[in-house]
């Protein structure tokens, strides 16, 4: 199947700081990337949708200000979160899903996840 | 609003029984549905999917099935293992265009 990858990983923060996050399908063009977020023992909820050269559409209760999503490329699309708090603190999870013909099916590919932790 | 409901939400079985897991979600016009993997702390990996024309998929020690006019969906894992433990996650799109929406999930148990 298809790969796509985050970057980074993990990463630690202090509250109030910014958090770029990297998603990028490495050997196919996504023309429409998902950012999903995940908490503790919960399952995964959907935050935005990026089409490549448009903005992003977010989902009710996502605050747009909060989380900028670029996806500027067929290949990359990044989360930044910004003056991140403690309740920020989750699992982000991107998905990519390949531009196929009619007669084709839209698999979504995800990446391995990032672990935000912010104190 | 399209929503997947998965019970039970945590199992635990010995070794070597073959299991079932349910999932059921309330818009049977669905595009696909793809059930994945969980392990703690880490992302997904996709077990098998099925396009709303067919009623199931095989890999493995893994069936899952589809019945999309009772908006269900089983996931039947034969001769369990204890490296089978983990979250198993149901997700359904109701069109090409639209994002896999996910149920809770199970959190399986094998105990050797």
């Known amino acids: 199947g298809a790969v796509v990858s985050q970057h980074p990983s993990w990463v630690i923060c202090k509250s109030g700081t910014s958090v770029k996050i990297e998603c990028r399908s490495l050997d196919f063009q996504a023309t429409t990337m998902f950012w999903y977020r995940q908490f503790p023992k919960q399952s995964l909820m959907l935050m935005a949708t990026s089409n490549e050269g448009s903005k992003a559409t977010y989902e009710q209760g996502v605050e747009k200000d909060k989380f900028l999503i670029n996806h500027a490329s067929l290949t990359l699309s990044t989360l930044t979160v910004t003056s991140a708090h403690p309740e920020d603190s989750s699992f982000y999870i991107c998905?990519?899903?390949?531009?196929?013909?009619?007669?084709?099916?839209?698999?979504?590919?995800f990446g391995p996840g990032t672990r935000l932790t912010v104190l | 609003k399209q929503e997947v409901t998965q019970i039970p939400a945590a199992l635990s079985v010995p070794e070597g029984e073959n299991l079932v897991l349910n999932c059921s979600f309330t818009?049977?016009?669905?595009?696909?549905l793809q059930w994945f993997r969980q392990d703690p702390g880490k992302g997904l990996t996709s077990l098998l999917l099925i396009q709303s024309s067919q009623r199931e998929q095989t890999s493995g020690r893994l069936n899952a099935s589809l019945d999309k006019s009772s908006g269900r969906s089983t996931l039947y894992i034969a001769a369990s293992q204890p490296g089978d433990s983990a979250t198993y996650l149901c997700a359904v799109s109701t069109s090409g265009n639209t994002p896999l929406v996910f149920g809770k999930g199970t959190r399986l148990s094998v105990i050797a």
């Open positions: 818009d049977s016009a669905i595009y696909n």
């Open positions: 998905s990519a899903r390949v531009r196929l013909g009619p007669s084709s099916y839209n698999e979504q590919f």
